[in-house]
Each structure stands twice: as structure tokens, then as C-alpha cells.
């Protein structure tokens, strides 16, 4: 069965961090871009940072720029997010999702898997 569970999250106070991890099974996730997306109340999902097959070629939205570092260990089949300096706007339930770079903006890729989502709450 193929499937994508997402770790991590929790509650945190502002400027904490956080650590994200997104561990795939019956497929090879090296074998897929990813994207950490997130949705907050009300509000659309967005991609958040992506990082392709290889790892070689990360990207970000503005908001998270500094602050939130995607990685991968395709030996472990797992993609992390390291979030750090965390505002109460990064409050959202957070997904990873496995699929095809685009040679587009953000989220420069087409999803074909998800996870369930964990939600993240950035408040004191």
C-alpha cells in the first residue's frame, strides 16, 4: 500500500521550531519531487517548500524564506522540514505530498500522493 505519514508537529511557542518528517512506504520516494504543503482555517492549501527527486534544487514562498529548510534521505525514504523562528501565521495542518516537478512557481510540482496532514499551532 502506498502511503506517505507525516511526524512532528505539535505546539510550540513563537520563534520556537519545529521538525517535520514525511516517511513514505510501498513506493521509493526518491523516485519523486515533494512539496510540504499547508492549510490554515479558511484558507487555501499552498505549497510551502519543495525539494526534487535528487535534492538538488529546493525552493520556497516568500514567507518561509530563512526560516524553513527541506531536506531529504532517500536512504530512509524521508523528506523532513525543519521550521524555525515560527510565527502564529505558520499555524496550519501540514502535508507532504510526493509528485512531478513542473517547470513552474511554486509548488513546482504535480502531487499524485499525500499524507494525512499534522498540524502545526504556533502560539504562546
Known amino acids: 500500500q502506498l502511503q506517505l505519514v507525516e511526524s512532528g508537529g505539535g505546539l510550540v511557542q513563537p520563534g520556537g521550531s519545529l521538525r517535520l518528517s514525511c516517511a513514505a512506504s510501498?513506493?521509493?520516494?526518491?523516485?519523486?519531487?515533494i512539496n510540504w504543503f499547508r492549510q490554515a482555517p479558511g484558507k487555501e492549501r499552498e505549497g510551502v517548500a519543495y525539494i526534487s527527486k535528487s535534492g538538488g534544487s529546493t525552493d520556497y514562498i516568500d514567507s518561509v524564506k530563512g526560516r524553513f529548510t527541506i531536506s531529504r534521505d532517500n536512504a530512509k525514504n524521508t523528506v523532513y522540514l525543519q521550521m524555525n523562528s515560527l510565527k502564529p501565521e505558520d499555524t496550519a495542518v501540514y502535508y507532504c505530498?510526493?509528485?512531478?516537478?513542473?517547470?513552474?512557481?511554486?509548488?513546482?510540482?504535480?502531487?499524485?500522493?499525500w499524507g494525512q496532514g499534522t498540524q502545526v499551532t504556533v502560539s504562546s
Open positions: 505530498a510526493a509528485g512531478v516537478s513542473t517547470f513552474q512557481a511554486m509548488p513546482r510540482m504535480r502531487p499524485l500522493y
Open positions: 510501498g513506493f521509493t520516494l526518491g523516485d519523486y519531487a
